[in-house]
């Protein structure tokens, strides 16, 4: 069993729909959690990074993480057409440097 | 853009060569990170380099080496390469070890994809 589950998608919504992007995971040491975005053929893109549990907001992006049930979710509102991309969830005990990451969920937001 | 460059962008070789991949982080940066990313897979951490020391290693074998060097470039070495070593090649810098009571944190770079035949 992978420390980290993602489900790979692809997951395809219209323009203007609220996406809901999850990871759960395994290991109780994780308190850094972080999502990246990757284009084709490019790096992965911070996005945003939360630690321990709670809610966070940035624009039309919301991070949560739920320790108790090993789960976080990424909320994306308002998806454009720009937001197509492969979204990776990471986590760590300690560092942001040394993550764990899931496989990646592939987001096509069509016109 | 991150300010982090890998090279060469693309890369084939053969089963049983060698490879040395290339990475230039920004400067002041004086951690790096290696990753490796399968097809279809999220990025593995293959090692992490502080100040030109190894400062942690994931389940990758021996043959998988770092170097760093001053001037905030380093360099993965990979011998006896096996077909499953084909993959995209990340590396990502950072200030400072990215601690969680930092606000730092890691730029990747665009990767460099190799295939071995």
């Known amino acids: 069993q992978k420390e980290v589950e993602q489900d790979p998608g692809p997951l395809s919504v219209p323009e203007g729909a609220i996406v809901s992007l999850n990871c759960t995971y395994s290991?109780?040491?994780?308190?850094?959690f972080m999502w990246y975005r990757q284009y084709s053929r490019k790096g992965p893109e911070l996005l945003m990074y939360?630690?321990?549990?709670g809610n966070k907001e940035d624009g039309r992006f919301t991070a949560q993480v739920d320790k108790s049930s090993k789960y976080i979710s990424l909320f994306i509102r308002d998806s454009q057409p720009s937001d197509s991309a492969t979204y990776l969830c990471?986590?760590?005990?300690?560092?942001?440097?040394?993550?764990?990451f899931g496989t990646g969920t592939r987001l096509q937001v069509t016109l | 853009e991150t300010g982090v460059t890998q090279s060469p962008t693309h890369l084939i070789k053969t089963r049983g060569q060698q490879v040395t991949l290339r990475c230039s982080s920004q400067?002041?940066?004086?951690?790096v990170s290696w990753y490796q990313q399968a097809l279809g897979q999220g990025p593995q951490f293959i090692f992490q380099?502080?100040?030109?020391?190894?400062?942690g290693r994931g389940n990758f074998p021996p043959r998988f080496s770092g170097l760093q060097f001053p001037n905030y470039s380093s360099e993965l070495n990979v011998n006896a390469l096996e077909l499953d070593d084909s993959a995209l090649y990340l590396c990502?810098?950072?200030?400072?070890?990215?601690?969680?009571?930092?606000?730092?944190?890691?730029?990747f770079g665009p990767g460099t994809r190799l295939t071995v035949l």
């Open positions: 380099y502080y100040r030109e020391e190894e400062n």
């Open positions: 290991n109780s040491a994780f308190q850094y």
């Open positions: 939360t630690y321990s549990s």
């Open positions: 990471a986590m760590s005990p300690g560092t942001a440097s040394k993550l764990t």
């Open positions: 400067s002041g940066h004086n951690t």
């Open positions: 990502a810098s950072s200030p400072g070890l990215a601690l969680i009571t930092s606000t730092d944190t890691q730029y």
